[in-house]
């Protein structure tokens, strides 16, 4: 193990840095930080650090970004990429540019301060081949494509009329078929008739007959009575 253990972590989250720093003050490294690819340029143009711990994805310049430049100056700097992204274009471009490892978020405390251990004390890649029989990238899985399903024609639905309830049959009133004259009834009402005219006729003469009669007994009495009969 080297005498001296000073890291530097470029990650443009703070809370990243914070937590990188207390994992790696714990295993007795000393820690800087930058939050960009320019202030951690900056920084290494000062001080001399054993191991650069560099996230990928940062708004500016990125990781890789950064390791390109780092090379021109530092080509032998010590670096370990570290990203919540991983892909197999970053991975091959990392092990292009001679990083020590390449990590996936989140990063447990025992797995970085390892990391910073080997990287301090290994060599650097000798192309992407012996990392990736260690550890190899998983296959995306590609889901195939739905083919769309051709629409269902809709089945008409018959329209039921609703039956109609059936109505209480009202009854016919019931007329009387007028009762037409007969001949019977002509000629009794005829006969009738002319039994009350010769009634009538005949009553006459009688009811005048008893009226006089009536009279002449009361003037014959009254006569008589004065007469002293």
Same mark, same amino acid.
């Given at each position: 193990m080297v005498a001296t253990k000073r890291v530097l972590v470029l990650d443009d989250e703070d809370v990243v840095c914070r937590s990188y720093e207390r994992v790696l003050n714990n295993a007795g490294f000393e820690v800087a930080k930058a939050n960009n690819?320019?202030? &951690?340029? $900056?920084?290494? $143009?000062?001080?001399?650090y054993d191991v650069m711990f560099a996230d990928l994805r940062m708004p500016g310049m990125?990781?890789?970004?950064?390791?390109? %430049?780092?090379?021109?100056?530092?080509?032998?700097?010590?670096?370990?990429?570290?990203?919540?992204?991983?892909?197999?274009?970053?991975?091959? %471009?990392?092990?292009?540019l001679g990083v020590m490892d390449y990590l996936t978020k989140p990063v447990a405390p025992g797995v970085l301060t390892q990391a910073a251990m080997e990287a301090m004390t290994g060599a650097a890649w000798q192309g992407t081949a012996p990392y990736l029989a260690a550890n190899p990238m998983p296959t995306p899985?590609? %889901?195939? $494509? &739905?083919?769309?399903?051709?629409p269902v024609a809709a089945i008409p639905v018959p329209?039921? $009329?609703?039956?109609?309830?059936?109505?209480?049959?009202?009854a016919a009133?019931?007329?009387?078929?007028?009762?037409?004259?007969?001949?019977?009834?002509?000629?009794v009402r005829l006969a009738?008739?002319?039994?009350?005219s010769l009634a009538y006729v005949m009553f006459l003469p009688l009811a005048g007959f008893f009226v006089m009669l009536g009279l002449g007994?009361?003037?014959?009495?009254?006569?008589?009575?004065?007469?002293?009969?």
């Open positions: 690819g320019k202030q &951690a340029l $900056e920084n290494l $143009e000062h001080n001399d990125d990781g890789l970004q950064v390791v390109r %430049e780092l090379r021109q100056t530092r080509p032998n700097m010590k670096v370990i990429v570290v990203t919540g992204y991983p892909s197999q274009d970053t991975l091959q %471009e990392a092990a292009r899985v590609v %889901e195939p $494509e &739905a083919k769309p399903v051709p329209v039921v $009329e609703p039956v109609a309830a059936p109505q209480p049959a009202v009133p019931v007329v009387a078929p007028a009762k037409q004259p007969g001949l019977v009834g002509a000629t009738g008739g002319l039994v009350m007994g009361k003037a014959l009495i009254k006569k008589l009575g004065k007469k002293g009969v």
